[in-house]
């Protein structure tokens, strides 16, 4: 199981950036899947998450209303739609599948399968 996450990079406060995190050897439309972050010094923390058919979503409050999660099966790809980033949001973002699909949680100890992240560093 492989899930490599993409589209890190620099931008500017206000602007937009979509994340993309890409899975193999798992059909996403099985598992319900996760965005966390680790910012510099700090612990990782939940971000985004949705379920297994793309019903529900739950989001920390941090982002909610500049953040979008998405999926798209065919793809097998998972998406984090960044709006109106704050240099807050500056941080190493990972992808995460979690085998029980029906369910989303905020929990990093639910998911069973994480990639090696996308750096996301946003200027002022």
């Known amino acids: 199981v492989q899930l490599q996450a993409s589209g890190g990079g620099l931008v500017q406060a206000g602007g937009s950036l979509r994340l993309s995190c890409a899975a193999s050897?798992?059909?996403?439309?099985?598992?319900?899947m996760g965005w966390f972050r680790q910012a510099p010094g700090k612990e990782r923390e939940f971000v985004a998450a949705i379920n297994w058919i793309g019903t529900s979503t739950i989001y920390a409050d941090s982002v909610t209303g500049r953040f979008t999660i998405s999926r798209n099966g065919a793809e097998n790809t998972v998406y984090l739609q960044m709006n109106s980033p704050k240099p807050t949001d500056t941080a190493v973002y990972y992808c995460?599948?979690?085998?029980?699909?029906?369910?989303?949680?905020?929990?990093?100890?639910?998911?069973?399968?994480w990639g090696p992240g996308t750096l996301v560093t946003v200027s002022s």
């Open positions: 050897g798992l059909s996403i439309s099985t598992y319900a």
């Open positions: 995460a599948a979690d085998r029980r699909g029906f369910g989303i949680s905020r929990s990093q100890l639910d998911y069973d399968y």
